[in-house]
């Protein structure tokens, strides 16, 4: 168990819909990373998080947005869902995220696009 | 810019016998390195890391990986591998001002009895 906890596990939903998933990090970890697998992408960085800012974006669309909150919880957003969305999203946390940090990720949540 | 390259994307291997999985990777200034692993349906979890100083480094359930900056690799191995092994194995590369990680795609290890 990392540490990191990831609501829902599964979701299922159809094509133009919109979805929250979130995340809750390590106890004390300031950072949250946001982490797209899918079986022709792979393994892709989303967006990162330290402390309620954004601080690094990777190739998230412009449907999709994120957000930490205040108790550093994070909520990753995917709006106009199509196919292709359906993946594994992964959270990951680390305790400044400025380097030289090992990441802790989440189980994640399988989101199923209909 | 980053990436990384894992050029086996799967592997057959009985239990008991050796393994390595090869890394190769690119970056323009020193790498900070990892290897992840993610059995089916589960999350990623840390099985060593490369930051600096000693270039062997242990890892957890008996890994171990070798950093060669002249080669740009960063090779997992396994001096005897289990069937509980059976999982698939992730590279990383990190930037050296944030813990955005660059992944590569992957080996899926199979572990015959």
């Known amino acids: 168990d990392s540490g990191v906890t990831q609501t829902p596990k599964h979701l299922i939903t159809a094509t133009g819909q919109r979805v929250t998933l979130r995340c809750s990090p390590r106890?004390?970890?300031?950072?949250v990373y946001w982490y797209q697998q899918s079986l022709d992408q792979g393994l892709q960085f989303l967006i990162q998080y330290y402390n309620g800012e954004e601080r690094a974006k990777g190739n998230i669309l412009e449907r999709f947005s994120a957000q930490q909150f205040p108790d550093l919880h994070s909520e990753l957003n995917l709006s106009s869902l199509e196919l292709g969305d359906s993946a594994l999203y992964f959270c990951?946390?680390?305790?400044?995220?400025?380097?030289?940090?090992?990441?802790?990720f989440g189980p994640g949540t399988r989101l199923l696009v209909l | 810019a980053q990436s990384v390259t894992q050029p086996d994307i799967h592997i057959t291997v009985s239990e008991g016998a050796s393994l390595e999985l090869r890394c190769n990777y690119s970056y323009g200034a020193t790498p900070y390195l990892f290897w992840y692993v993610q059995s089916p349906g589960q999350g990623l979890q840390l099985l060593l890391k490369?930051?600096?100083?000693?270039?062997l480094v242990q890892g957890i359930k008996g890994f171990e990986a070798e950093f060669k900056r002249s080669q740009s690799s960063f090779n997992l191995r396994k001096p005897s591998v289990h069937w509980s092994d059976a999982a698939e194995y992730f590279c990383?590369?990190?930037?050296?001002?944030?813990?955005?990680?660059?992944f590569g795609t992957g080996t899926r290890l199979q572990v015959f009895p």
């Open positions: 106890s004390g970890d300031l950072s």
């Open positions: 990951a946390s680390s305790t400044l995220g400025q380097g030289q940090e090992t990441q802790y």
């Open positions: 990383a590369v990190g930037a050296w001002n944030t813990d955005k990680l660059i």
């Open positions: 490369y930051f600096s100083g000693d270039t």
